[in-house]
């Protein structure tokens, strides 16, 4: 939820864009879709509209990568309760526990994220451990959401290559999906090879989908997936942004559908939870609503104007995605989704255009910052132009943060969310 809600709520038409935003964060709140999709009843495990009966195994087991992993471990394993046998959840913060409440059998682990660190190694060796000694009686539930694929990070070699690859091809604004295809011929556990580790134990896999796609596979690289790529189409990526393959440990992955034949892939929870509650939310501020994509790419300082340019008065537009950031130069702080903003700011200055607001943001609340984005209307343009701010000076030095921390319209927001990709929200009054 908002953090700072009345300091932002300043016309109404910014306090109506504000409780469109706050029914997002309820759609995808991680405490509130664990007790709404899953639940135990006698033995019988359900989770979403599976089955499975725990008197068939002898022994249960959590494994988690990813950031919310934590907090879904923890209302699993309530769940669960005495029939978890053991497990380890790497997430970059601990679940928020209430004292009096008991804390399952599960160990918490904090690694580090955008970038791997040797925490990440350590958390990844001793999960490595667990999964290798399972059997063909023992159930193992994967937790996979938004940055698993740094955080599984499993070696100095796979660091190493992680953190080269990331820097290139991210400042290239190279999609998630030629990004994530690349990463999963690194390591120990993408492209499948968590998969082939728990082999013969059943797996399910409950996937939280952060990529501007449906495609489950490229969720943290794809842990329990085969893969279908080669470590030849990882290398012709590379080749393609002007690295050399053979700097890096290119692994193939695990191609026998034995590995896969007993694991479960279930889509948990996605951007449309939250679309779908800010659609209802929208129409109770009597807007007529429009969807523009659940799949928004491209350069994050142009995605907003392009989707503002077909706006009406009296319409919401619901967009959803993972914009890219194309970084020339790096002088400044802020996400993509404060330069989406910002950028929109920029180009609707000198037009004239009134009673507006967009928003965007992230479903974590962490737009690589501690904000989650921002708001951009009338009132940012007045006061920008009161504090003589340049908008071009601090787009083109990639500085939203401190542009709109100069102007008071940073959107702050709890961690008690799924990371299921970034949401927009244009007005026009």
């Known amino acids: 939820m908002i953090t700072n809600f009345k300091e932002l709520a300043t016309t109404p038409l910014r306090e109506k864009a ?32 599976n089955k499975y009966n725990l008197k068939e195994y002898f022994r249960v087991f959590i494994v988690g990568f990813g950031k919310g992993s934590a907090d879904l471990a923890f209302s ?9 046998s053991d497990g380890i959840v790497l997430d970059v913060r601990k679940p928020a526990i209430p004292w009096f409440e008991t804390i399952p059998n599960i160990e918490f682990l904090v690694g580090s994220h955008p970038l791997p660190s040797s925490k990440n190694i350590a958390a990844a060796t001793k999960i490595e451990k667990l999964v ?8 193992l539930i994967v937790l996979i ?30 999609p998630i999906e030629k990004i994530n295809l690349v990463r999963k011929h690194f390591g120990l556990f993408k ?24 495609d489950l596979s490229l969720v943290a690289s794809g842990l329990t997936f085969k893969d279908l790529s080669t470590k030849k189409d990882a290398a012709t990526i590379l080749m393609d942004y002007g690295l050399n393959p053979f700097r890096f440990n290119l692994l193939e992955t695990p191609k026998d559908d034995m590995f896969f034949s007993n694991v479960d892939n279930l889509l948990f929870s996605s951007n449309r939870d939250a679309v779908s509650l800010m659609k209802k939310e929208a129409v109770n501020e009597e807007f007529k609503v429009k969807v523009e994509t659940l799949n928004l790419t491209g350069e994050a300082k142009d995605s907003l104007s392009k989707i503002y340019s077909s706006i009406n008065s009296g319409e919401a537009i619901i967009a959803s995605g993972e914009t890219t950031v194309k970084i020339k ?36 609340a962490r737009d690589n910052s501690e904000a989650a984005g921002a708001i951009g209307d009338e009132e940012v343009l007045k006061k920008s132009a ?37 949401l927009m929200l244009l007005l026009k009054e």
């Open 132 to 139: 290798d000694n399972l059997t063909r009686r023992d159930l």
């Open 329 to 364: 130069k790096y002088f400044g702080k802020g996400g993509r989704n404060q330069e989406a903003v910002l950028g929109f700011l920029k180009s609707i200055k000198n037009t004239g255009e009134k009673n507006f607001l967009v928003a965007s943001f992230t479903s974590d």
């Open 386 to 422: 009161k504090l003589n701010l340049s908008l071009k000076t601090f787009l083109d030095d990639h500085d939203s943060f401190d542009f709109f921390s100069r102007t008071g319209d940073l959107l702050y927001a709890s961690d008690s969310s799924f990371n299921v990709s970034d």
């Open 76 to 84: 699993l394993g309530k769940i669960l309760s005495w029939r978890l």
């Open 145 to 174: 959401c938004g940055g698993g694929s740094i955080l599984s990070c499993s070696s100095f070699q796979e660091m190493s290559d992680l953190i080269f690859t990331d820097e290139i091809l991210t400042r290239a604004a190279a």
């Open 18 to 49: 504000l409780k469109i935003i706050n029914a997002a964060y309820d759609g995808i709140d991680i405490k509130k879709l664990t007790t709404e999709r899953i639940c135990l009843i006698g033995d019988e495990l359900h989770i979403l509209e």
């Open 191 to 214: 492209g499948g090879n968590l998969a082939h580790l728990a082999y013969p134990a059943k797996v399910v896999s409950l996937i939280v989908n952060d990529v501007p796609s449906e």
